[in-house]
């Protein structure tokens, strides 16, 4: 069935480093994959997206990695900062599918 | 630009009880979503909509029932309130095959 699942649960960096949280999915059909960001008390916001017949794309200090061969997909935030301090989930569409089916997120804490 | 709108943002309710979750989008999104998201969980699809007069189930439908009378709107309820439904429900709207856009949130308490 569809599951999406992240390998670290939390993931603590200094203020200045680049950051990378991954995320494992298991439906060989999704086609399309998003990374959300949620602060405390708010609903998840968008950053990024990527489709699969692409393996990376960039964004305002992020990239998204997509392998497709091992089904991973990762996102990689340049010179984290305090305000990036927040869960990050992966979500994952199928190709046809009309459901976004979510992992169970990873805390990024940011120290000054 | 108001985008993805729920109401109520707050609720207690008493085991046994009924009500009503709204969510309304200003962006003309044929794709709706109802979730719920428990402490330290991602977020679970209740049920979803891909146009109005339509629904479908999502993974964990038990216990919720939506409408979508009208394409701006849809609408979560829950006939008979139980403590495990203590959460906080999300409402998404996407045009299509592309990325989903959340209101801020329920916090629903079943007592």
């Known amino acids: 069935g569809e599951s999406v699942g992240l390998h670290l649960p939390t993931l603590s960096v200094q203020e200045g480093d680049n950051s990378i949280i991954n995320c494992a999915y298991s439906n060989s059909a999704s086609d399309y994959f998003i990374w959300y960001k949620q602060e405390s008390g708010k609903g998840p916001q968008f950053i990024i997206d990527?489709?699969?017949?692409?393996d990376k794309r960039q964004g305002q200090r992020v990239t998204v990695l997509l392998n497709k061969t091992v089904k991973h997909l990762s996102l990689q935030i340049a010179a984290t900062q305090p305000g990036d301090s927040a869960v990050y989930f992966c979500?994952?569409?199928?190709?046809?599918?009309?459901?976004?089916?979510f992992g169970t997120g990873t805390r990024l804490l940011v120290s000054p | 630009n108001a985008g993805v709108t729920q109401t109520p943002k707050f609720r207690v309710l008493k085991t046994g009880q009924s009500m009503t979750l709204l969510c309304a989008q200003d962006m003309n999104h044929e794709y709706m979503y109802w979730y719920r998201q428990d402490p330290g969980m991602g977020l679970r699809l209740i049920h979803y909509s891909v146009g109005e007069g339509t629904t479908a189930k999502g993974e964990v439908p038990d216990g919720y029932n939506v409408s979508r009378l009208k394409k701006q709107n849809f609408l979560l309820g829950l006939e008979s309130a139980a403590p495990s439904q203590t959460s906080v429900y999300f409402c998404?709207?996407?045009?299509?095959?592309?990325?989903?856009?959340f209101g801020q949130g329920t916090r629903l308490t079943v007592v």
């Open positions: 998404a709207s996407s045009p299509g095959q592309s990325s989903a856009f």
């Open positions: 990527i489709r699969s017949n692409m």
């Open positions: 979500a994952e569409r199928g190709n046809g599918f009309q459901k976004l089916v």
